[in-house]
């Protein structure tokens, strides 16, 4: 089942914050967090497993719950870099091992001067 | 650039009509998997390999759609009578994945540039 994100689509200005957040009705074994810019292919930003860690790479980091099966991606001092539509992957924690993503329909973060 | 290519770019074609597109993973990446993504929309996963073995398919996947990767290398998606509904961008992602000593583990996959397909 697709996760949902929110919000929908954000404006931001340069060195603002940003929280995007992605839900699942799914027990997940690992969430995988994307940026698309129009035209691109999806660029992997990180990757978390069930446990609940948070990451960070540079302004950006993330957290997943996995009790309430929740992950969110946090974008501090935002740059105009950091335009696109953001993506989060689902990979649900079944016996099976299935290894699928499944993606939310994005976010769409614009910064503007 | 994420070492994951795709050939064609683009491609357009008229209804009925057949069409292949070729993947080359990052080299030492035994996972390839294969996603289709609309207009405002996340890519939808349609089936990955490991190695040369096809492990899983998604119900997306018609008869009219078969992907290889003969060698465990490159892989081909091919499109059989193409239709309208069809026209999408073909994502194909790559990624490594070790035997965990205990439990399961995941993978972090790469994608390439895509092939936008248009059905005419």
């Known amino acids: 089942q697709q996760p949902v994100q929110s919000p929908q689509a954000v404006i931001l200005r340069e060195g603002e914050d940003a929280v995007i957040n992605c839900s699942s009705s799914k027990a997940l074994y690992s969430v995988h967090w994307y940026r698309q810019k129009h035209g691109e292919a999806p660029v992997f930003l990180m990757i978390l497993l069930k446990g609940g860690e948070q990451k960070g790479h540079d302004k950006i980091s993330a957290s997943f719950n996995e009790k309430k099966q929740q992950s969110s991606l946090y974008l501090t001092a935002s740059q105009l870099s950091y335009s696109g539509t953001y993506f989060c992957?689902?990979?649900?924690?079944?016996?099976?091992?299935?290894?699928?993503?499944?993606f939310g329909k994005g976010t769409k973060l614009s910064v503007i001067p | 650039d994420t070492g994951v290519s795709q050939d064609p770019r683009h491609k357009i074609t008229k209804r009925g009509q057949n069409v292949t597109f070729r993947c080359d993973p990052i080299?030492?990446?035994?996972?390839l998997y294969w996603y289709r993504q609309t207009l405002g929309q996340g890519p939808e996963f349609l089936t990955y390999?490991?190695?040369?073995?096809?492990?899983?398919k998604s119900r997306l996947l018609s008869d009219r759609f078969s992907a290889e990767r003969p060698k465990g290398s490159f892989s081909t998606l091919e499109i059989q009578r193409t239709e309208q509904g069809d026209s999408a961008m073909y994502l194909c992602?790559?990624?490594?994945?070790?035997?965990?000593?205990?439990?399961?583990?995941?993978?972090?996959?790469?994608f390439g540039p895509g092939t936008r397909l248009t059905v005419l």
């Open positions: 390999f490991q190695n040369e073995a096809q492990l899983e």
């Open positions: 992957g689902t990979e649900e924690d079944s016996g099976a091992g299935s290894y699928q993503l499944t």
């Open positions: 992602a790559s990624g490594i994945y070790l035997p965990p000593a205990g439990g399961r583990s995941t993978d972090t996959q790469y």
């Open positions: 080299s030492e990446h035994n996972r």
